[in-house]
């Protein structure tokens, strides 16, 4: 089954960048969306179609991919943007959703 | 405004069947795909399966098959997440999601505030 490895836990100073990976095999053909989910919350929808944002994301957010890797990138992190990080990608090879295993972002 | 309001938190013990409740409003409930996505305690997000109120056309996670019935009320814009006999290890947060237009590849963009479902004897 399709898998996608994100690291457990990144760390960033506030006002520097972050930056969250999720690698899996030929995700280069798939399209990666980014949730957010903060303590007690449900998960946001921050990125979707690997780059697109919804309406209301701040700018801050964007998402790239190279390689077997997508990443999701927050610019001039704010203590607000602590939170787990989740990927999602639809396995169309197997007809099934997978997330990554979530990454918790601290911001020091 | 779309909104998914979930239905309350649950206490069962090991056996017992459980039903827990999605209600949608603010747009066509049978023309989107909505369903389930588990959270174990401190653990990431699992995909559960979904379901096109429109048709009952339902997709269930390999992990989730025969485990879960999801069902969906188009009478009432109501989904629906059922266990006939539960376990401990279903402790869990419930979210139902709704994914957005254009099939069941689209991303889910909208959430519900989820369910806490315990099971302990």
């Known amino acids: 089954s399709y898998v996608l490895t994100q690291p457990p836990s990144v760390s960033v100073a506030p006002g520097q960048t972050a930056r969250i990976t999720c690698g899996g095999n030929d995700i280069g053909s798939k399209s990666v969306h980014w949730y957010q989910q903060k303590p007690g919350q449900a998960p946001a929808l921050v990125v979707y179609?690997?780059?697109d944002r919804p309406s209301g994301i701040p700018e801050r957010f964007s998402g790239s991919k190279s390689g077997n890797t997508a990443t999701l990138t927050i610019s001039r992190v704010e203590a607000g943007d602590e939170a787990d990080y989740h990927c999602l990608v639809w396995d169309n090879s197997s007809d099934h959703w997978v997330f990554g295993g979530g990454t918790k972002l601290t911001v020091l | 405004e779309v909104q998914l309001v979930q239905s309350g938190a649950e206490v069962k013990k090991p056996g017992e069947s459980l039903k827990i409740s999605c209600k949608a409003s603010g747009y066509s409930f049978t023309t989107y795909w909505i369903g389930w996505v588990r959270q174990m305690p401190g653990k990431g997000l699992e995909w559960m399966g979904f379901?096109?109120?429109?048709?009952?056309?339902?997709r269930y996670s390999p992990s989730f098959q025969g485990q879960v019935t999801i069902s969906a009320d188009k009478s009432i814009s109501t989904a629906h997440l059922q266990w006939s006999t539960l376990k401990a290890s279903d402790t869990a947060m419930y979210y139902c999601a709704r994914l957005a237009g254009g099939g069941i590849g689209a991303p889910m963009n909208y959430w519900g505030q989820g369910t806490l479902v315990t099971v302990s004897s």
């Open positions: 179609d690997d780059r």
């Open positions: 379901i096109y109120p429109g048709d009952s056309d339902t």
